[in-house]
């Protein structure tokens, strides 16, 4: 089964400083990953996904993720964080052969930009 | 382009009562909706799989009979959710997908948050 893991609940950064969110995944086969975020009360925004090819991969606002295959990471960063970045983000696997039911999101990681 | 809306944003009902909400691919032919729950601080759990002209399925723990989904045309999904109680508030985002090739992209609506009274 696949499964996604955000390891910190909350990431707290100044303005104008670099942010990571940290994913970690467990898949058997290739993985297919994505990054959403989340305003209060909005439904997920897509952000950036990595299907093959670099494994740095940019997004839109800014963002981009690096695939680290040994360490199974997909790391969400940004370098220089606006208070306007401050929501949920949300860190999902999916399979193109399962469509949703094997789209799994992780926790979640509410990022805070301090001004 | 990939648009999803979802109607009503925001719905207050009594307890006992049904309520309808609507998910809509507005520029895009969707086979497939999908439908999930947001708790509080929580992440997405996927409730159903809508696909058009035949009957959802739906993930373990989920109540069909409270929880209708009919998926009647290739760009509207509803979900009602049947004699709803307290316990049913929770935020419900649709998303649609469509195919381009190898991956798939799927495309969220904006939510409909439930309050049951």
């Known amino acids: 089964a696949q499964s996604v893991a955000q390891p910190e609940d909350q990431v707290n950064v100044a303005e104008g400083n670099p942010l990571t969110v940290k994913c970690t995944y467990s898949?058997?086969?290739?993985?297919?990953l994505f990054w959403y975020v989340q305003y209060p009360n909005r439904g997920l925004q897509f952000l950036l996904k990595?299907?093959?090819?670099?494994?740095l991969v940019k997004g839109s606002y800014g963002f981009e993720a690096e695939f680290n295959k040994s360490q199974t990471s997909f790391h969400l960063k940004k370098p220089s964080a606006l208070v306007s970045d401050s929501a949920l983000y949300f860190c999902?696997?999916?399979?193109?052969?399962?469509?949703?039911?094997?789209?799994?999101f992780g926790p979640g990681t509410r990022l805070s930009v301090l001004p | 382009g990939a648009v999803v809306s979802q109607h009503p944003s925001w719905v207050i009902c009594k307890s006992g009562t049904s309520v309808k909400i609507e998910c809509r691919s507005l520029?895009?032919?969707?086979?497939?909706m999908f439908w999930y729950r947001q708790f509080p601080k929580q992440s997405l759990m996927l409730m159903a799989t809508?696909?058009?002209?035949?009957?959802?399925?739906?993930e373990q723990g989920v109540e069909k009979d409270k929880f209708l989904i009919n998926h009647a045309s290739l760009t509207l999904s509803t979900l009602t959710v049947t004699s709803a109680h307290p316990e049913d508030s929770s935020f419900y985002i649709c998303?649609?997908?469509?195919?381009?090739?190898?991956?798939?992209?799927?495309?969220f609506g904006p939510g409909t948050r439930l309050t049951v009274t």
């Open positions: 998303s649609a997908t469509q195919s381009t090739g190898m991956a798939y992209e799927q495309y």
């Open positions: 898949v058997s086969g290739n993985p297919y």
């Open positions: 990595y299907i093959t090819g670099d494994n």
């Open positions: 999902a696997v999916g399979d193109p052969r399962g469509y949703g039911q094997n789209f799994v």
């Open positions: 520029d895009f032919q969707a086979t497939t």
């Open positions: 809508s696909n058009e002209g035949s009957k959802a399925t739906y």
